[in-house]
């Protein structure tokens, strides 16, 4: 029997940090973000690890709701997204082969047209490698950039819906030959496969047909990270990659279940998309060495980023919360559900108090960090893997670029030897390589 495949995708934010806050105050780290060498360099780092994608998430706001405003944020380096992924991604495109590349797009502020336009154009450029990690954007700050108050979670996935639902026809619009480009005859393309969509929904509409003929792939693959009951129908229903902060193996477990049931309901295999765990690996030459770094680089987060985090992701301002008391759960129609359920997670297992739980936060977003030597960090992975709890990892980096090179050369030929990840890239298209 072949043994299932480990996923491996790689978690990227234009800034100083993706999880770990400690990242870009570490001496090795590179910050220079706003250079396309950086892009091109970890592109081909991951490219010569395997991954199967890399990804970039993405804040379209400085986030201000921790003491309303964004000064902790800024000031002491926490979560943004300072340049837009697209553009990146199209560079990424250039100097690899194989790697797939994921962008985060909303669906509640971009126009289906405008973003079946583009990912089919990236699709294009890439050979087929993209993704769109579907966003509904959670928070009122990103919203007032776009000059608009949040509409309620459900809502927003609804719209999400039809956003999908409209670009998949746009993506379907070009039959995969109606290019003919015959200088003989004259004939470019033939009309008659290129069919209008006269999408109408509730929300969207488009005529179409998309002006951007068909890529080799016919769409990108569809990542999400939604986790409210909501967030994983819509999951259910489109995603063939999840990205899910989970604390540990048991909750990993249900999650998966939970999703594969909801998939189930709407007849989809479990196959049909990979779920993928956040963890972040701090790598050693010796065990001691490696709890060590993981120490040091801990010691460099900044505990108040912490609370300025967790106010941004569950939408809350914490700042007049009790440090030393855990926190409660409450119903917030803003923020991420997946963000407020791993920090509960950690509250019920360890009995965290709000403090203690940020400092985490700010770390791996309570997410587990796997310490030791590269055999450790194999058989860490391969123990959460052989769980049944995910089909791969989303990996986060803890230094820059240092993190992803020590894991491409030492981590990926340990899990290769064990028959766990690929030795080559099998397919074209990202979707080939994610079913081979
Ligand atoms: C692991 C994870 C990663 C996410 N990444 C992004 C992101 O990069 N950009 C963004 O706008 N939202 C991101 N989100 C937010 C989700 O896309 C979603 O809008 C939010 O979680 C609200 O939906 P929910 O309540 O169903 O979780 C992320 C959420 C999770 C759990």
Request: with cysteine; glycine share 8%.
């Amino acid at each position: 029997m072949t043994r299932r495949r480990m996923r491996l995708v790689a978690f990227l934010l234009s800034g100083p940090t993706a999880h770990h806050h400690g990242m870009w105050r570490h001496p090795e780290t590179d910050n220079s973000f706003l250079t396309p060498e950086y892009y091109e360099h970890i592109a081909r780092v991951l490219e010569g690890g395997f991954f199967d994608a890399l990804f970039f998430a993405d804040i379209l706001a400085l986030m201000d709701f921790y003491k309303g405003s964004y000064e902790t944020v800024l000031s002491r380096g926490g979560q943004m997204g300072l340049l837009d992924p697209m553009p990146m991604l199209a560079q990424m495109a250039r100097v690899t082969k194989h790697i797939g590349l994921g962008g985060s797009v909303s669906s509640s502020f971009v126009h289906a047209f405008q973003t079946a336009r583009t990912f089919a154009t990236m699709d294009h450029l890439s050979g087929g490698r993209m993704a769109w990690n579907i966003v509904t954007t959670s928070s009122s700050p990103q919203w007032a950039n776009f000059g608009l108050e949040p509409i309620p979670r459900d809502e927003r996935y609804d719209v999400a819906d039809e956003v999908v639902e409209a670009c998949t026809r746009l993506w379907d619009s070009w039959e995969a030959d109606a290019l003919i480009i015959d200088k003989a005859s004259g004939r470019f393309a033939d009309p008659t496969k290129v069919h209008r969509v006269d999408y109408a929904g509730k929300y969207v509409k488009t005529r179409g047909p998309l002006t951007v003929p068909r890529t080799v792939q016919g769409w990108p693959v569809l990542m999400q990270a939604g986790s409210s009951p909501r967030g994983r129908d819509f999951a259910a229903r489109w995603a063939e990659i999840i990205f899910t902060l989970q604390h540990s193996i048991p909750d990993m477990q249900a999650f998966r279940a939970d999703i594969h049931a909801r998939m189930d309901a709407r007849g989809r295999r479990p196959e049909a998309c990979q779920i993928l765990v956040s963890v972040d690996p701090i790598i050693g030459e010796t065990r001691a060495i490696a709890e060590e770094k993981a120490a040091f680089l801990n010691d460099l987060v900044d505990p108040e980023l912490g609370l300025a985090l967790i106010s941004a992701h569950i939408g809350t301002d914490l700042s007049h919360y009790p440090l030393h008391q855990p926190l409660r759960d409450v119903e917030t129609s803003e923020g991420s559900r997946g963000s407020f359920d791993v920090i509960l997670q950690g509250t019920r297992s360890e009995g965290l108090t709000l403090g203690e739980a940020a400092r985490r936060f700010a770390v791996s977003e309570l997410c587990p960090q796997v310490i030791g030597t590269q055999a450790d960090i194999a058989d860490q992975l391969q123990a959460m893997f052989d769980s049944g709890g995910c089909d791969g990892f989303v990996l986060t980096p803890t230094t820059f670029p240092g993190c992803f090179e020590q894991f491409s050369r030492g981590v990926v030929p340990e899990l290769q030897r064990r028959g766990l990840v690929r030795t080559r890239y099998e397919g074209r298209t990202l979707r080939d390589n994610l079913q081979a």
